[in-house]
């Protein structure tokens, strides 16, 4: 399988803003479609950004949408997550994940391989 690593997480401010890299390694020669995850204490892992493996669309759920921005550079096999105005209910560990579809993907089972996670802690 790929090997999934995530960076750029850590420690900012409220109202701040913080870049994530998710760099894909192993059996990258095709693209497929990628998502973020975050998970906080005591909350489920939710999705919230995906974009398709050309890079064309894009998915954001309602708490960040505005906010965050996912990108990719498929030459360097790696997926961004830019966040902006950043709140402390953004907290968590955040992952990257990829599927095997080309598509938009939404549903957390259908991601087949995951990062380690990155932590990211907004402070008010």
């Known amino acids: 399988q790929v090997q999934l690593v995530e960076s750029g997480g850590g420690s900012v401010q409220a109202g701040g803003s913080q870049t994530l890299s998710c760099a894909a390694s192993?059996?990258?020669?095709?693209?497929?479609?990628m998502g973020w995850f975050r998970q906080a204490p005591e909350k489920e892992r939710d999705l919230v950004a995906a974009?398709?493996?050309?890079?064309?669309?894009?998915y954001y759920a309602d708490s960040v949408k505005g906010r965050f921005t996912i990108s990719r550079d498929n030459a360097k096999n790696t997926v961004y997550l830019q966040m902006n105005s950043l709140k402390p209910e953004d907290t968590a560990v955040y992952y990257c994940a990829r599927s095997r579809a080309y598509g938009l993907v939404t549903e957390q089972a259908d991601f087949r391989s995951w990062g380690q996670g990155t932590q990211v802690t907004v402070s008010s």
């Open positions: 974009i398709s493996a050309s890079g064309g669309s894009t």
């Open positions: 192993g059996r990258t020669s095709v693209s497929y479609a």
